[in-house]
């Protein structure tokens, strides 16, 4: 008998269950953020809040997933989960500092396997490459986009902080958005070498993708770098909130257009 929980999620429109896999994603990505920003100069409150928000996406993921197929697929998620968990939990305390790089690489790595399972095991291995490049670059530039995004609104409340952290991050978002457009022109390939064609629907699918998911995140992207240079906090936080929502439109667009070309469930 189907649970009141499955019976709900059955009437959710297939598009709606692409946010499963953008809340993994997403979480995912903040945590390889958190690992690339410099030891001792952020404070502590600030990696707890961000992995906190990380396990709230987690939650809604599990809602979604809750009729997911593949049992195996619980596991991963399930460790990533409580990683993350964990290392809140472990910004909380400084006696459990050793904890916190460790659980927050853990929790990273078990979410990638997660999502690589969510697809199933038994697809071809020249597929589970192309999509573990497909979730992998669209984690690091989920995650170090809105992270640079909430990094800036940080300073307001800490205007001593080194402008380092930021630099750093936007320099990371520079080299995601990079990886992200040869994964996406790889996907794009193999489905056209595979004999799919782009029609209109394609089309406009792919034009928000390409254009504000790429394009036009890459250019806003080096307006508030050279904000930052400058230490115009603020002029580059207001710049990394349309970069968050144009790289937001083009990854949710970017499962539309998988849907689309390669009949994927969402």
């Known amino acids: 008998m189907a649970t009141p929980v499955a019976s709900s999620l059955a ?12 809340a993994i994603r997403l979480a995912a990505g903040f945590a390889a953020a958190l690992l690339c920003l410099p030891t001792g100069v952020v404070e502590p409150r600030f990696y707890r809040l961000h992995l906190t928000i990380a396990v709230c996406f987690l939650a809604a993921a599990a809602v979604f997933a809750w009729q997911h197929p593949h049992d195996a697929f619980w596991l991963p998620f399930s460790l990533g989960f409580f990683c993350l968990l964990a290392g809140a939990w472990s910004w909380s305390f400084a006696e459990y500092a050793f904890a916190r790089l460790p659980t927050t690489a853990l929790g990273l790595a078990a979410l990638l396997a997660s999502l ?89 699918w792919l034009a928000p993708r390409v254009l504000a998911g790429l394009v036009g995140a890459a250019g806003l992207t080096w307006m508030a770098w050279q904000s930052a240079r400058l230490h115009a906090t603020q002029s580059a936080t207001g710049i990394l909130y349309v970069v968050t929502v144009f790289v937001f439109i083009g990854e949710l667009t970017d499962q539309l257009l998988r849907q689309h070309l390669l009949g994927e469930s969402m």
């Open 11 to 22: 009437l959710f429109p297939p598009a709606l269950r692409m946010l499963e896999v953008f």
């Open 116 to 204: 690589i399972l969510l697809r199933g095991w038994d697809r071809p291995l020249a597929d589970q490459g192309s999509d573990f490049l497909d979730d992998l670059s669209a984690a690091l530039l989920l995650g170090h986009t809105v992270t640079a995004m909430l990094l800036g609104h940080w300073y307001l409340i800490a205007p001593n902080l080194s402008i380092e952290p930021l630099l750093r991050l936007q320099r990371w978002l520079f080299a995601s958005l990079g990886l992200r457009a040869v994964a996406v022109g790889l996907s794009l390939g193999l489905a056209l070498a595979a004999g799919r064609s782009l029609d209109q629907l394609a089309w406009m």
